[in-house]
């Protein structure tokens, strides 16, 4: 386990690296995301604060995602098999959230994916530019004005 200090931008893992560690966040805001053959990002996750956020392979093996971070903070590095040990809870409310997110991306309109996003981060939307927030629902940043308008107008 290892306290550090992250810089906006910073890259802590980059797909095809080695994966042993995941992050748990004290200060600032992380992200995974992946990056497919055409060059285009897609969120997996973002991680505010009391959160835990990491690759979802095997440790030591390749990973399939870049963590970043978004903002100036510190985190926690801790290594995979230790993540359990130090507060199972967190990795249980991530499995929760990915779940979560998986079955809404599956069965749900635009619209209840941003709802979803705003439950489930409510403290960060004002901190992502809102491509990002698109990339997450899995939506143009077109599509994600029409559905922030709709809301506004059935309030």
């Known amino acids: 386990m290892k306290r550090l200090k992250v810089k906006k931008g910073q890259i802590l893992q980059r797909k095809g690296e080695r994966s042993i560690y995941v992050y748990q966040v004290l200060s600032g805001l992380l992200r995974s995301y992946h990056i497919d053959q055409k060059g285009r990002e897609h969120i997996f996750m973002f991680a505010p604060e009391g959160w835990i956020i990491g690759d979802g392979v095997m440790p030591g093996t390749e990973g399939d995602l870049f963590i970043e971070a978004l903002e100036d903070g510190t985190v926690i590095q801790l290594e995979k098999d230790m993540e359990t040990k130090h507060d199972p809870s967190k990795l249980l409310k991530r499995?929760?959230?990915l779940q979560k997110r998986?079955?809404?991306l599956i069965s749900s309109s635009a619209i209840e994916r941003y709802?979803?996003?705003?439950?489930?981060?409510p403290n960060i939307v004002q901190r992502v530019p809102q491509k990002m927030i698109a990339s997450y629902l899995g939506i143009t940043p077109e599509a994600l004005s029409t559905v922030k308008r709709q809301?506004?107008?059935g309030k």
């Open 95 to 97: 499995i929760g959230v």
């Open 102 to 104: 998986v079955i809404m």
């Open 115 to 121: 709802e979803h996003f705003i439950e489930t981060y």
């Open 151 to 153: 809301r506004m107008q």
